[in-house]
């Protein structure tokens, strides 16, 4: 069965900090990867999503990237953090069109 | 663009019936699905619908889809303690890659 793992769960970094958190899966092969982040409000804001190695698509421009090295992994980057990059970030795979969205567990990310 | 929309709040007796629902602007919608997210947690899969059926029915779930209104329901029967969470609607369609647009989230609270 296929599995999705983030990591960490939970992260304090100092404003102008970077920034770097991992979503891995198994159990499947050329998922479509996506990063959310969800505010305090609740609603899901789309990322980044990735439909194979090396192909990223930025939904909005930010102060973070992605990027996807392998088939299976898919990370989340800053060069330098901003107080308004804070929230919950969840990293999701799918098998492609008509396919569910699974999650991972999220991240919650606090920028001091 | 793409809109789901849920009301932000629900409030139920344990043992009743919860009615969540949810309307979305787009009618080239093809899959329309609830998540529930409990606290701190990513989002879990529910149940989904492809935009071709009336009804779905997974043990206490019931999906309600009326296509013409754009109109999704999710019935949870004899609702219990541990239903309490948040609730997404999200709907997908094609367009080059799986786009989902989720709605801002139903919180419901069961009363004991």
């Known amino acids: 069965s296929q599995t999705i793992h983030q990591w960490p769960a939970t992260l304090v970094q100092p404003v102008g900090s970077p920034l770097s958190l991992e979503c891995t899966v198994e159990g499947t092969s050329n998922p479509n990867l996506y990063w959310y982040r969800q505010a305090a409000g609740r609603g899901l804001q789309l990322l980044f999503y990735?439909?194979?190695?090396?192909?990223i698509s930025s939904e909005v421009p930010q102060n973070l990237s992605a990027s996807r090295p392998q088939d299976r992994q898919f990370i989340l980057s800053s060069k330098k953090l901003l107080l308004s990059d804070s929230g919950f970030y969840l990293c999701?795979?799918?098998?492609?069109?008509?396919?569910?969205?699974?999650f991972g567990n999220g991240t919650r990310l606090t920028v001091t | 663009g793409e809109d789901v929309e849920q009301s932000l709040f629900l409030s139920v007796r344990e043992g009743d019936s919860s009615v969540i629902n949810c309307t979305y602007t787009d009618s080239s919608s093809t899959y329309l699905y609830w998540y529930k997210q409990e606290p701190g947690a990513g989002l879990q899969l529910l149940t989904y619908i492809f935009s071709n059926m009336d009804m779905k029915q997974d043990q206490r779930l019931t999906v309600l889809l009326n296509k013409k209104d754009k109109h999704l329901s999710l019935r949870i029967a004899d609702t219990q303690t541990g239903d309490s969470a948040i609730y997404f609607c999200?709907?997908?369609?094609?367009?080059?890659?799986?786009?989902?647009?989720f709605g801002t989230g139903t919180k419901l609270q069961v009363i004991p």
């Open positions: 999200a709907e997908s369609h094609s367009g080059g890659y799986q786009k989902v647009t």
């Open positions: 999701a795979w799918s098998g492609g069109f008509g396919s569910p969205l699974h």
């Open positions: 990735s439909v194979g190695i090396g192909q």
